[in-house]
């Protein structure tokens, strides 16, 4: 139940700072990174999927958002 905790409490990190710097939930080794997938590449303010995922354990979740949050999109990309 904590780690899944843990999870929300990343994808809501992640909604208000889409830089945040976070430990992996399931293996606190890797780190979590982002990437906006749109339901419609032309209109991405219509919403799509939020895949948050693990640098180390691959670890995967999945966020559906029909109403994006104001950086949606902005980072797609594995630093």
């Known amino acids: 139940m904590e780690e899944r905790k843990l999870w929300l409490d990343a994808v809501e990190f992640f909604r208000n700072d889409i830089d945040s710097k976070i430990n ?3 293996c606190k080794t890797g780190t979590l990174f982002t990437i906006d997938v749109a339901f419609e590449i ?3 303010d219509k919403g799509g999927e939020r895949y948050i995922k693990c640098t180390h354990c691959n670890a995967l979740e999945i966020v559906l958002y029909r109403k994006p949050p104001n950086n ?3 980072k797609n990309d594995v630093e």
């Open 42 to 44: 032309e209109n991405s």
């Open 24 to 26: 992996c939930p399931t």
């Open 72 to 74: 949606w999109f902005s």
